[in-house]
């Protein structure tokens, strides 16, 4: 019975990826793009990867999702919106391939990837942290989550350059406009108080069980989006100070933590077992703050179209 | 007899489903297209909800389902309501 489910998941997954890349009409593409990342999300829960399925539901098919909406909106208000040529088609398509090829070569060549075995349970005890995928992304390997914090405040340093300078003391973002009362500004109430308590959730049961900084602060971001969107708050200026901390806080925490370790265990970001719990959690806290407000800021865009302050 | 309740609910649930797509594809207009899906979809769930409710083995759970069930009922309602709008204006516009 669960074959036939698997077999069923990995027919669609393959249907829709294909409906993604063969089809015409950009939008029709990231709609397909949505799905896809929704059934992948479905495919890692069958593989019991639940941290990767949340990521994947929330980043994946969720975030980038409304990017690309976004993205597309703007070429269409732009009046640019066409399919690329063909050549740039087949390009992209020989591209693609050549990355598939590469991927099924290293899946061969490379010995398979043994169950994380005795070195991690080895290590489990030292991580403070009973979720050994928490353990890994904040403590084992550090590094990889720093640098990714740091990339994630770059895109939006990149995204805020491609500001105009009249626009630049303006709020983030297109003006929203919903109706007093009506059914977005309800809609905006009545969810944030849920995602809230959902996002919050997923950040503290994250070093226990399944969750974890990115999956709560992408919930987070969709709150404030939504708010945003039913007029409910007012999206910031590039120059808020305040937001300023809250994009900075989440690296500038873990660099200091990094350096409480080269100092109290002699390597940088490597984290003592006494106080390896609450750094964690500390890290993880605002971390959370961090990514939910870049990537909020990332779906808002830049300052357009110079409204009055 | 939970397992049998399960399945006839489950069928219940995908019942709906079918019948929403059936309409999404067959109905001639947004208006009619969005009463199709948002209607017999939200059904459908809700028989699904239920139906896997009866297999849960704690209350924590029953409530974590019937908490996605009012969240989607919420979105696809709120959603339809914006994009039957949406639509409306489009019409006017023409």
């Given at each position: 019975m669960s074959l036939a489910l698997d077999l069923a998941l990995c027919a669609l997954i393959l249907g829709v990826a294909l409906a993604t890349v063969a089809g015409s009409g950009l939008f029709r593409a990231i709609v397909f793009f949505i799905v896809y990342g929704l059934l992948v999300a479905v495919g890692w829960v069958r593989l019991g990867a639940i941290d990767v399925a949340l990521a994947e539901a929330a980043i994946g098919a969720g975030l980038t999702g409304v990017l690309l909406l976004a993205a597309h909106g703007r070429l269409r208000r732009l009046g640019t919106a066409r399919d690329a040529s063909h050549g740039a088609h087949l390009l992209s398509a020989l591209a693609g391939a050549a990355l598939a090829a590469a991927l099924a070569w290293a899946w061969f060549v490379l010995p398979l990837p043994e169950r994380p075995g005795p070195e991690l349970a080895a290590a489990m005890p030292r991580?403070?942290?009973?979720n050994p995928v928490t353990a890994v992304l904040l403590n084992f390997r550090a590094w990889d989550t720093l640098l990714e914090s740091i990339v994630l405040l770059a895109a939006l340093i990149g995204l805020w350059m491609l500001t105009r300078e009249r626009d630049w003391s303006g709020r983030l973002g297109l003006p929203q406009h919903s109706r007093a009362g009506g059914v977005l500004a309800s809609f905006g109430r009545v969810l944030p108080p849920v995602g809230l308590l959902i996002g919050v959730w997923l950040v503290w049961a994250g070093a226990d069980r399944h969750g974890g900084a990115f999956q709560g602060g992408t919930v987070l971001a969709a709150v404030g989006l939504v708010a945003a969107m039913a007029g409910l708050v007012r999206p910031p200026r590039i120059g808020a100070r305040l937001w300023h901390v809250a994009l900075m806080i989440g690296p500038a925490v873990f660099v200091l933590a990094g350096l409480a370790g080269a100092i109290l265990a002699g390597e940088f970001l490597t984290l003592p077992p006494p106080i390896a719990k609450p750094a964690i959690l500390t890290i993880e806290i605002a971390l959370t703050a961090s990514i939910a407000a870049t990537l909020a800021f990332l779906v808002l865009g830049p300052p357009e179209e110079g409204r009055a302050p | 007899m939970a397992d049998l309740a399960t399945i006839a609910l489950t069928a219940a649930g995908l019942f709906f489903f079918v019948a929403g797509t059936v309409g999404l594809i067959r109905f001639p207009d947004t208006f009619t297209r969005l009463h199709a899906l948002t209607k017999a979809d939200n059904l459908g769930l809700g028989f699904i909800a239920l139906g896997i409710a009866l297999q849960a083995e704690t209350w924590a759970q029953v409530a974590r389902l019937g908490l996605i069930w009012a969240l989607a009922l919420l979105a696809a309602g709120a959603m339809a309501q914006l994009v039957a709008r949406t639509a409306l204006e489009r019409e006017d516009a023409e």
């Open positions: 991580a403070g942290v009973e | -």
